[in-house]
């Protein structure tokens, strides 16, 4: 069965996690912007694209810069950066497309392991 989830918590992700993802989906908008005739629609739609991903970004990056790393925080960082995936979903099957660019479910290990230990106890 193919999942959009990652085996990665929330835990396991770091800022260079979610920069490289940024720098990856700027790349692309950058050369889909350069094809498109400048004032066009599709150049206004990329540039409407870029700027939500920029404020998507900087509140993603907000949530992995903080500390001390809490429970709370953890579930800030899971939101954050599924939100910040929903954005570059449509590139998942790109050769370049890292495998840790995925939804995750789960906040840190011990997250996963109730959540495991839940449904064995119901079989």
């Not at 912007?33 to 990056?61: C, E, G, I, M, P």
């Not at 992995?64 to 954050?80: K, M, Y």
């Not at 890292?98 to 079989?123: G, K, Q």
């Amino acid at each position: 069965m193919t999942t959009l989830y990652s085996n990665l918590t929330a835990e396991d992700l770091t800022l260079g996690d979610v920069d490289a993802l940024v720098g990856y989906l700027t790349a692309r908008l950058e050369k889909a912007k350069k094809n498109a005739s400048y004032r066009s629609d599709a150049y206004h739609a990329l540039s409407t694209v870029q700027r939500l991903l920029n404020s998507q970004a900087d509140d993603t990056r907000a949530v992995f810069a903080a500390a001390p790393v809490t429970e709370d925080l953890l579930d800030a960082r899971l939101r954050q950066w599924n939100k910040l995936i929903r954005v570059i979903l449509g590139w998942r099957r790109e050769g370049d497309f890292s495998d840790r660019w995925n939804l995750i479910e789960y906040r840190d290990a011990a997250a996963a392991a109730e959540a495991a230990a839940r449904r064995l106890s119901r079989l």
